[in-house]
């Protein structure tokens, strides 16, 4: 676990973009976020107060999460530097990039002077242990898409809030870098050596006896010619009772691949219902997941309707609708998920 | 590439299974074997002239092939006597185990004062693509199974053979750490980073103009809970024309995995051939391979009649019957792979 609350790191960032993990964890994680700290020319802002790593320390910020992200992941010199005086100022440090901080002489030396760690997320933790497919108790969720980065991390944040908010026990249960920050634990499943993809999964979401829900961040896609091996791994090892299909519908072609064309939602949807039995006999959908930000308000919510029509399930645009109709239908599927007495955890 | 001939190494083993890569390397790769090592004790023996490290220096070899297995993959006290010896005597040394030969200081300093290398097969290559699914041309045939070790890594080398003997240019391709041992190369797709399966594949296995085949092993089973995820990824990457199934009729339950049952025949074909589609739509099944070596002989002509009829596809025991009969059957389905005017590399 990386130790809260966090002052997040925007650095001289002119473009949200280049921030996103730090944007993710502020907008999810607000209340573990003690401020923000920008550099000269920095034209972002969180909204957070800006914040000395000192005066950070003083409000009692025990980590700096370094989120930025570029091309390539690498840690720049002037990060490089900001880590080293958040480190020599008392806090932690955090990463997800994949140059890891361990590796830099000077940030590994000055933390060891201190006293202190940094966490490189995209490391997998050790000794994972290889997939049985037993099963196990809990309530399990995991989101699943026609694509990668077609928003599984917000619908599984957004429906551990609703979840929440609903007095139902609920726990986000991160698998990539930007999640496993904003989680403060996680496993980066595509970092996993490939014979424990499942292992791992299983792992991350243990038997669970609470009547409370592990809400899993999907990866990949099985119709994504490069990833589909992590995304079955990852179904097979969290056992899910229940799935929900993310898509974005203004996307032209597979990511990264012009001209391969996305899976059919109905298609996908059942090869995910199909591949998820094999551990999981009784595994249903509850909701689609659409990422409507590049439609007009109308156009979306009458795709929201037609696909709702054609497949059957709830329909919505967690950004501009919420999940509140998936929870709906994940809790007429599972009533006994509501035994729980208290939010939260 | 490992340097051959080589000298493969039994140590004192009293088991044939605690040197079964040693054995699968004579077996298969006869012609690049000058000879056996065998230390005191040794009671099992593969035929082949026993050698001290000298001896085989003389007759040309170039690699002593550390052909061990044992539990946990360690590097015993005695190998690393061994692999010292051979490399001041002028060998390469060459293993599979988890435990890396470069990792024994010894070995490594040998190595370095000798001039000299040793091979791990198990490390992965570096700078491994991400995978595209973009078609390329050549021929490929994959192996599948419904479980772990069913002799899949057997039916390919025994493809390979029998299409060479018919003068049609065919590449075992290897993916675990015996069949690297054997061929010379390949990729141990088990021990690659999960986001690099496919790519693996595809890097194992790129674009061929000959008219010849590569016949790539397959590893695991799309119905194993553990590692399905490595085997949809080498399906993906392999974009196969052909799939033969592998299959152990006398297994009970999936590997260590004891009240699991395995998948049906035609169910496990009809899952591989649809996962198969995204990356090579016009895929066909050419054969099925049944290991009957616990079977008496007529139970297992007739179990393979009996699959054979259900299936629609040439069955056979590899082993016990040959390959023939699905060799001939990928060449009706792929009458221009007979273009090929000589066999062999």
Known sequence: MIPSPYLVYLGAARDPLSVKTSRGVAEWRRELCVGERRLPGCEVTLGLENLTYE??????AKTLILGEA??????TQTSVREAVAALEAGLHVAAGLHERLRDNPLI???????????FDVRDPPPNLPIGTGVPRPGHRLLTVGTDCS???????LALERELRRRGIRADF???GQTGILIAGSGVPIDAVVADFIAGAAEWLTPARHDGGWDIIEGQGS???PAYAGVSLGLLHGSQPDALVLCHEPSRTHMRNLPGRSLPDLKECLEANLAAARLTSPNVVAVGVSLNTSRLERQAALRLCRETEDALGLPCTDPVAMGVGRIVDRLLECFPDSRSASSAGR
């Open 173 to 175: 249960r991160a698998t």
């Open 108 to 118: 590994r030396e000055t933390a060891q002077r201190m006293g202190l760690s940094v």
């Open 55 to 60: 005066e950070a320390v003083m409000r009692g």
């Open 70 to 75: 570029n091309a390539g992941g690498i840690l």
């Open 222 to 224: 099985l119709f994504h």
């Open 150 to 156: 077609v928003g599984k991390m917000y619908t599984s």
